[in-house]
């Protein structure tokens, strides 16, 4: 394998599991913030009901996403820099443990 094809697999497989970390963030963040709130969370619907005659809580979607990509991005960074760091010790010939 080619170290440009190396590189440009690690950067798709840092962005994709910095992308589903993401969504996973998300998703809990709003799931706590309906159950903080009094509703209840449906899986399936992934939304927020609330009961009959109770006033609907605000829906901390924007919030929830923005958090969510900030972590996915830190992901993504410490993934990449982990990469880096392996593969520049490879290339200055240091030994691996074990």
């Known amino acids: 394998m080619t170290p440009q094809l190396r590189r440009s697999l690690a950067a798709l497989l840092a962005g994709v599991a910095g992308s589903l970390i993401a969504l996973t963030t998300a998703a809990w963040i709003r799931r706590d913030a309906c159950l903080d709130s009094g509703g209840r969370w449906l899986d399936a619907a992934r939304r927020c009901e ?3 005659g109770a006033a609907a809580g605000p ?9 969510g990509a900030l972590v996915g ?5 410490m993934l990449w820099r982990i990469y880096t760091y392996v593969s520049s010790r ?9």
């Open 50 to 52: 609330w009961a009959a």
């Open 59 to 67: 829906d901390p979607q924007a919030r929830a996403y923005l958090v």
């Open 73 to 77: 991005l830190a992901a993504a960074a």
């Open 90 to 98: 490879g290339r200055r010939g240091v030994p691996r443990a074990g």
